[in-house]
Each structure stands twice: as structure tokens, then as C-alpha cells.
């Protein structure tokens, strides 16, 4: 025992020298307490909701009990085992809570890992009664009846306190009863929001129950964090270091790592407050939070940012909504939500503002604690004219309310004197335009219509609503039912009239969306839709219907080539539907002359599996000429399917796709290019003439697409071999190829080979004086007149005058320039120059080696 207690002097004096002293309003000082746990500087979170501060008040609460309703815990890590309670199982009865997860053991560390301690990290409580209550497998998921036993079970147990780091977006009455009996008992309730980004989740979403988002170090909404007009408070949840499964720690995110922070504030107020209500717990909670939205209450944010310093030090106010006095200073009353507050003699009035999203009904039960009759008087201001109401304590009033802002005025009634009230708010969407339609027999008939889109809801539990839809022909309809919130989980059934449907819920990983896809026949067609939860949900659907007729292919039949549809002279397009991998399409077409022919598909209605063939008549059968089997992949790539030069006679095209289409129709087309002397692009260049003169005599070529490029530039290489090939057209001596080769860019294997050693050996064309020839590379017009000067043997020399403004007497190709010139082999680009070190294009060349040897 003397040991002990010397332990705990230690222990006491360290935690006393570690305390920094602050002034306040209310106390001669406030402490920032500093625990001797190493991993403290770690959770700058609890600097964040000021836990360090409220140490100076309390640091734990041994004398209620909380509830963890998670994964279990690892009832041996040395952070969290003096902290402990046995603990329940609700998955294996009768084995102990151990945790299997890991997520159990981080919300039970951020609630209450022993502080002080010298180990490890430290809770926002020091010391505490923890109930570890297993509702969580070892995948992080819970049945609902899982969770509603944990709370009737916490309850039983004599917990003050449950915390729900758990969450379902879907609302079950069972566990609405479950929260409401912990009310009744005393029991503060905590959950996370939830993290899908959507609204927040159950059973945080139920009025009683403090509803925690999550905000980052720089008090941000966290981006997955659930808002909406449930939310109370949030508190840091990113990078929330805390305990981990088999002795160690890690980072933990999300409202889960929120909200045991807000649950061991509730406890640590019970410590200094025990006869508080959870109400009261609630309220001083809300009061004391840091707004961190716009003034007061918001959907992101809720009342603020926890701040436990002030919930320990600051006292509860009879009303935490004043000023709130006229409509202009309204204070929130969010729909799902509770709002108390005080009226007197010199406080009669007070004033709310509730968003209501979409037209319906709004539930306000009604707590006073005077029991004289009419109290009070409520006014909603909606739309139309006001509509005041005169309750007792535990009346309901039920207001018709329109979408947008509703304004709440209470009133005190004479006679009252002081008291308090509490108005809890519940909204009921209103039935849909469509209702009733809750069987078949009463099915809504959709509009006419391929694509038809209606709003709808489910208002009450078990709601069902029937469409009818009538489709003219053949075709595929396409169905989508989507939902504006998470809460609703629609489940869709459709059938032909008088035949067997089937119900269609994907369970994908987005629950608010439902698709089909079917092939319909003509006739009426059912859809029905349900919530698969069978609950009452305050949200619309958006059912939409699209039909897509059978496409007729208007070239049926044309499955062989003795049916294949004709194409005229100047038809370019080819379309039809492949319904069948064992349907063909073939077409005809005839060339009476040379054609260069390119075949695309601009449109494919499939990813792959649609198949080409070109073939061309012959005397007893045809012969294939091409083929493609990436039909579709080379239409996304905007590529051509075939393109070649076609000879005149008779071709045939055929289509068949391993992917059946019947919904759309392919579109291909041929495009027809009429050959000029073989080529495609001459027909009217002004070289057209000379072109086609040195191509019948082989001294120039085109290119295997037909062309002929005349604008496009001439390498070395070509120019030399063009060169060659006319000098011998005229009989001339060009060299020898056999002569030893000086320049290293240049190899045997080069195209052009030959004819550049054959250049070189007669002096016609030389290197440069890094021992290159640089063959690929353009000839200039310089290069040009010296290389045909040499050719042809013709006599130059140096003129003292020069043609041309851009060539000097003293350039090196100047002579031959001149000496082209003077007889009309070449002549300037404009006036006065010459621009000799243009690039040489191919039809110049062509037009000059036809004047240089009269070809």
C-alpha cells in the first residue's frame, strides 16, 4: 500500500511540475496540463478541441460507465487494459469482446488510453469504465440488430454514456426505439456521422443521438464526412494517433476518430456535472462549441468545433439559442433536430429558421414544463398564410410546409410566467404526383415518348409505385432509377404484361442507383419500385425510361455477294446492323477506271469484333484483295480500314461483327480519287505534264498512296538518283558503283547506294569536310544548279555582274546559277532573287531535268 501510494505521488507531483497556468474570465486560472505519455506531442488533436486545458478541471471518470459499441478492443494493450470492463460479444456470446479488426482498439484509445501513465499516447479521458461492446466483424461490418442489442444491453448495464463509431445510412425502426429507450434512461448518445460524403448516417441521424462530422488540423470538413441538417458537432479527424491492435499505435482517420472525442467530453462533463440529463449534456456540448461556418448552427459544421475547456468551465444557460428574439436574429432548428428554450416576462418571444427540402410535412412534438393549458403558441410561416398553433406539453403539431425556408415563431402565453419548452422536429415528405400507385392495377401510364424521365418518392413505409409503358416495336429499353440521397435503396421489378418480371437491385457500391437493360417486344411493360428497406424516405427518385427502337437495316437482305447492295458511281456510304454473328453484309461496287480507293468506318457501334473483307471479281470466283478483323478499334483511332490504287472491274465488300448490334447501325464509306497519270494529287498542278513525262519514262516515282507530293522537298539522295536516271535516258556516262566509298554516313545497304557512288565517281556530287555525304539530307536549289552544271558538262565561270540580288559574284554556286539561267534551265523564285539555299521540291526537279535533257 506504501508503495503504491508513493507511486502515486510521483506520479502526481510529474503531472503538477508539467502544468502551464492561463488566466480566465470565471476562475483565477486555467491550466494547460501536459501528461508525461511520449506519444503526446503526437496528438496535436488534443491541443485542437482544448482537452489539454479541461485536464486542469478533470481528467477522468471512474464513476459512470461508456459503452464502446465497435469491433472489441485488445483487451491487453498496456494503453488501454486499466481501462477496461469485461465487456460483451455480441457476435460469439460468451467469448470475450477481443477485437478482430483493429478499429475498436482506435476509437478506444482517442476516447480513454490511460494518460500519465508514461506509455504510449493518452485519451481525452485519463481514466475511465470502458464497456467494449462487439457488434463489428473482423470486415468492419455490423447488422442492425447487432447494433440496436448493443445499445439495449449498454443500457442494461448501467452505461451513462454510448458511444457508435458505426454507422447504416439506411433508417431502422428497431434501433430508433432502441435510442429512444437509452434516452429515457439517462444515457448520452454519441455517433459518427459517417463517411460516404452524403448525409449523415443512423443512428446519428436521430434527434437524440449527438451527431459527430470530422474536420482536418486546420479545422476543414474533411471531404468524406457526412453532412446535413443532423449534424450537431464535429471534431478533428485526420491523422488521429492512437492505439492499434497487439500493443503498438498508428494513424486513424474519418468520424470515427471523431466522435469518441465527443463522447469522453460527455463523460468528463458528467464527472463535474452527475445529475445532468442527457439533454442537458447535449445542450452545454452545443453551447460551448467553437462556430467555426457561418454564425450559429450550420449543415457543415453543426454548432462548431468541441471544445472541452469551455464545456468543463462554462455553467448551461437556460436558452443557448439568444439572442434569438425576431426573425431577423432566428436561430437554426434544423428538420430531425431538437431545440429547447426559455421564455419569461422580459423574454416572451423566440424565433427559428428550419430548411425544409422538399414539400411536405413537418412533425413538431412539444415539451413545456408548466402544466397549464396553451402555454405557449406556435406559429410556422410557410409559403402562404401563418398558422399558429396552441399546445400542451406532449402535443404533436403537424404543419403542411413547402420547400424552402420556414420560419417558427414562440410565443408565451399569458399567464405562464418562467419555464422551458423542447421542440423536436420530424419531416415527412410529401405523397409524389403519381400516387396512388401502389399496385398493379393502379400503375401510372408514363408519357409517349423514347425518353421519358419522372420524379418520384417513397413518403411511407412499405410505399410501392407502379408505371406502365408501352412500347410500339422491337427495341431495347433502357432503365435507370436514380436516388437524391444514400437513405434510399431503390429496388426495381419490370414485366411485360401478363408474363413474369424479375426484381433488379444491383448492389453496387452506389445503392442510390439501379439500371437495367432489356430487349422488349411490342406491348405494355410494368416497373415497379420499393425501397428495399421498406422505409419511409425523405428524398425523390428519379425514374428514367429510354427506348431505343430496332434499327431496320433499309439493305436487307444482302447475306452473299449474289444479294449484295449495288453502290452507284457516287454513292459513298454503307450502313446496316449486324443483329447476329452469323449475319453478313456485302455490298458491290464497280471501277471503270484507275482509282485510289480509301474505305473508313467513321461510326461503329461496338468496342470490338466487327470483321472486313475487300474482294474482286474474277472470271469463276472471287478473289479476297483485304482484310480486317479491328474494324472498331481502327474507327476510335480515326484510321482508315483500306487504301489502295484499284484497277477497273467489279469489288465486293463484306461485314460480319462476333459482337451483334441490332439498337445502331455501322456507317462505312468509300471515297473514290481519280488517277492523273497515275497519280492523285498532279490533276491540276501546273507540273502536271512533265510529271507524268518522267514518270512513263521512270526517272521519277510516286509514292504506294498514289501520290506524287510535287511540293515536297528532294534529298540528296533522290535528286542524285533522279540525276542519274536521266542522264542515262539520254545516253550519257554515269560512272561507276564500284569506286571506293570516302564517306562514312553511307553504306551498301542504303537504297540509293548505287546511284550515289555513281554521282560521285564522275564528280557530279561531293561530300563535306567531315567526311559525310548526308544523304538524307535536302538538296538546295544551289546544290541543284551545280549538280545538273556538272551533269551536262556545261561551261561556267565567275561573271562580274550577278543575276540575282541574293546571289553575289563572289558565291560558290554563282556560276552555275548564271550559266542555268542564261539558257533557261532555271530561274528565279521572285523578282531579282534566287533564294539558294531554299530546299529543292520535287516538281521543280522534275521541270528542270526535263529542260536540261530534253525529255
Given at each position: ?43 496535436p488533436h488534443l491541443k485542437q478541441i482544448k482537452a489539454d486545458r479541461a485536464w486542469s478541471y478533470v481528467t477522468g471518470n471512474t464513476a459512470i460507465k461508456i459503452a464502446v459499441l465497435d469491433s472489441g478492443v485488445d483487451r491487453d494493450h498496456p494503453d488501454l487494459k486499466n481501462n477496461l470492463l469485461p465487456g460483451i460479444n455480441l457476435l460469439s456470446p460468451g467469448r470475450p469482446p477481443e477485437d478482430d479488426n483493429g478499429h475498436g482498439t482506435a476509437v478506444a484509445g482517442i476516447l ?552 445502331d447501325v455501322y456507317r462505312l464509306t468509300i471515297s473514290r480519287e481519280r488517277l492523273v497519270d497515275g497519280y492523285r494529287d498532279i490533276s491540276t498542278h501546273w507540273a502536271r505534264k512533265e510529271i507524268a513525262n518522267l514518270t512513263r519514262q521512270g526517272i521519277v516515282r510516286g509514292f504506294e498512296d498514289s501520290t506524287f507530293r510535287p511540293n515536297q522537298t528532294v534529298t540528296r539522295a533522290e535528286f542524285a538518283t533522279m540525276l542519274i536516271r536521266a542522264m542515262a535516258r539520254k545516253g ?124
Amino acid at each position: 500500500m506504501e508503495r503504491q501510494l508513493r507511486k502515486w505521488l510521483i506520479g502526481w507531483i510529474v503531472c503538477a511540475l508539467l502544468v502551464t497556468c492561463w488566466p480566465i474570465h470565471d476562475q483565477v486560472w486555467a491550466a494547460s496540463v501536459t501528461p508525461n505519455d511520449p506519444y503526446f506531442k503526437s496528438q496535436p488533436h488534443l491541443k485542437q478541441i482544448k482537452a489539454d486545458r479541461a485536464w486542469s478541471y478533470v481528467t477522468g471518470n471512474t464513476a459512470i460507465k461508456i459503452a464502446v459499441l465497435d469491433s472489441g478492443v485488445d483487451r491487453d494493450h498496456p494503453d488501454l487494459k486499466n481501462n477496461l470492463l469485461p465487456g460483451i460479444n455480441l457476435l460469439s456470446p460468451g467469448r470475450p469482446p477481443e477485437d478482430d479488426n483493429g478499429h475498436g482498439t482506435a476509437v478506444a484509445g482517442i476516447l480513454a488510453a490511460q494518460g500519465n501513465n508514461r506509455i504510449g499516447i493518452t485519451g481525452v479521458m485519463w481514466n475511465a469504465q470502458i464497456i467494449p461492446i462487439k457488434v463489428l466483424d473482423r470486415h468492419g461490418k455490423a447488422l442492425v440488430q447487432h447494433l440496436t442489442e448493443g445499445i439495449n444491453r449498454a443500457v442494461d448495464l448501467g452505461a451513462k454514456v454510448i458511444l457508435m463509431s458505426v454507422s447504416s445510412i439506411h433508417h431502422s425502426p428497431e434501433l430508433e426505439q432502441a435510442v429512444k429507450r437509452a434516452e429515457a434512461h439517462g444515457v448520452v448518445l454519441v455517433a459518427a456521422a459517417g463517411n460516404e460524403s452524403s448525409r449523415v448516417a443512423y443512428p446519428a441521424g436521430y434527434p437524440t443521438v449527438i451527431a459527430v462530422g470530422a474536420v482536418d488540423q486546420n479545422n476543414k470538413v474533411i471531404y468524406q464526412s457526412n453532412t446535413g441538417p443532423e449534424l450537431n458537432l464535429v471534431a478533428p479527424g485526420w491523422s488521429i494517433y492512437t492505439t492499434k491492435m497487439g500493443g503498438s499505435y498508428w494513424s486513424f482517420k474519418g468520424t470515427s476518430a471523431a466522435a469518441p472525442q465527443v463522447a469522453a467530453a460527455a463523460a468528463l462533463i458528467l464527472a463535474r456535472h452527475p445529475n445532468m440529463t442527457p439533454l442537458e449534456v447535449r445542450q452545454l456540448l452545443y453551447h460551448t462549441a467553437v462556430d467555426l461556418g457561418p454564425k450559429g448552427w450550420d449543415r457543415q459544421t453543426g454548432y462548431g468545433l468541441l471544445n472541452v475547456e469551455d464545456a468543463m468551465r462554462k455553467k448551461l444557460p437556460a436558452d443557448i439559442n439568444e439572442p434569438n428574439n425576431s426573425q431577423s436574429k432566428a436561430a437554426a432548428f434544423p428538420i430531425e433536430a431538437q431545440v429547447r428554450g426559455a421564455l419569461n416576462d422580459s423574454d416572451p418571444v423566440d424565433w427559428f429558421y428550419t430548411d425544409v427540402p422538399y414539400s411536405g410535412k413537418l412533425s413538431v412534438s412539444v415539451w413545456v414544463t408548466p402544466q397549464t393549458i396553451a402555454p405557449i403558441a406556435v406559429t410556422f410561416f410557410s409559403g402562404g398564410r401563418p398558422v399558429t398553433y396552441y399546445p400542451n406539453s406532449g402535443h404533436v403539431l403537424n404543419v403542411p410546409v413547402q420547400a424552402g425556408r420556414v420560419y417558427v415563431k414562440v410565443e408565451r402565453g399569458s399567464g405562464a410566467g418562467s419555464f422551458s419548452y423542447l421542440l423536436t422536429s420530424q419531416f415527412t415528405i410529401a405523397p409524389d404526383r403519381y400516387e396512388n400507385n401502389d399496385n398493379i392495377d393502379a400503375a401510372r401510364p408514363l408519357p409517349p415518348g423514347n425518353r421519358v424521365s419522372v420524379l418520384g418518392n417513397f413518403h411511407k413505409p412499405g410505399d410501392v409505385d407502379w408505371f406502365s409503358y408501352y412500347v410500339r416495336d422491337p427495341g431495347k429499353l433502357d432503365v435507370t432509377v436514380t436516388a437524391d440521397t444514400y437513405r434510399m435503396d431503390p429496388i426495381l421489378y419490370i414485366a411485360k404484361e401478363k408474363e413474369k418480371g424479375v426484381p433488379i437491385d444491383n448492389n453496387s457500391s452506389n445503392p442510390n442507383i439501379e439500371r437495367a437493360n432489356l430487349d422488349v417486344t411490342p406491348g405494355k411493360y410494368y416497373l415497379r419500385l420499393t425501397d428495399y428497406w421498406n422505409n419511409q424516405v425523405n428524398g425523390e427518385y428519379q425514374l428514367e425510361v429510354v427506348y431505343t427502337p430496332e434499327r431496320r437495316d433499309e439493305n436487307e437482305p444482302n447475306d452473299t455477294y449474289h444479294r449484295a447492295t449495288r453502290l452507284g458511281k457516287n454513292d459513298t456510304l454503307m450502313t446496316g446492323t449486324l443483329p447476329s454473328e452469323h449475319d453478313y453484309d456485302w455490298f458491290q461496287f464497280e471501277m471503270t477506271e484507275d482509282t485510289y480507293v480509301t474505305i473508313r468506318a467513321p461510326y461503329i457501334p461496338v468496342q470490338s469484333g466487327v470483321r472486313f473483307a475487300l474482294y474482286k471479281a474474277g472470271a469463276d470466283r472471287n478473289y479476297l484483295l483485304a482484310s480486317a478483323t479491328n474494324v472498331a478499334e481502327l474507327s476510335r483511332a480515326g484510321s482508315y480500314i483500306y487504301a489502295y490504287k484499284m484497277t477497273p472491274g467489279t469489288y465486293y465488300v463484306r461485314l460480319q461483327s462476333v459482337v451483334p448490334f441490332r439498337y445502331d447501325v455501322y456507317r462505312l464509306t468509300i471515297s473514290r480519287e481519280r488517277l492523273v497519270d497515275g497519280y492523285r494529287d498532279i490533276s491540276t498542278h501546273w507540273a502536271r505534264k512533265e510529271i507524268a513525262n518522267l514518270t512513263r519514262q521512270g526517272i521519277v516515282r510516286g509514292f504506294e498512296d498514289s501520290t506524287f507530293r510535287p511540293n515536297q522537298t528532294v534529298t540528296r539522295a533522290e535528286f542524285a538518283t533522279m540525276l542519274i536516271r536521266a542522264m542515262a535516258r539520254k545516253g550519257l556516262y554515269t560512272g561507276s558503283s564500284n569506286v571506293k566509298n570516302p564517306y562514312r554516313d553511307i553504306t551498301r545497304s542504303h537504297w540509293a547506294y548505287q546511284d550515289l557512288m555513281k554521282a560521285y565517281s564522275i564528280g557530279i556530287l561531293s561530300g563535306y569536310p567531315d567526311g559525310t555525304l548526308r544523304p538524307n539530307r535536302p538538296v538546295t536549289r544551289a546544290e541543284m544548279a551545280v549538280m545538273v552544271a556538272r551533269a551536262k558538262g556545261l561551261y561556267t565561270y565567275k561573271r562580274t555582274r550577278s543575276s540575282y540580288d541574293d546571289v553575289s559574284v563572289n558565291h560558290w554556286a554563282s556560276p552555275a546559277i548564271e550559266t542555268l539561267s542564261s539558257v533557261g534551265y532555271v530561274r528565279g523564285t521572285s523578282y531579282r532573287t534566287y533564294q539558294p539555299q531554299a530546299n529543292t521540291r520535287r516538281a521543280e526537279v522534275v521541270v528542270l531535268l526535263t529542260k536540261a535533257f530534253n525529255l
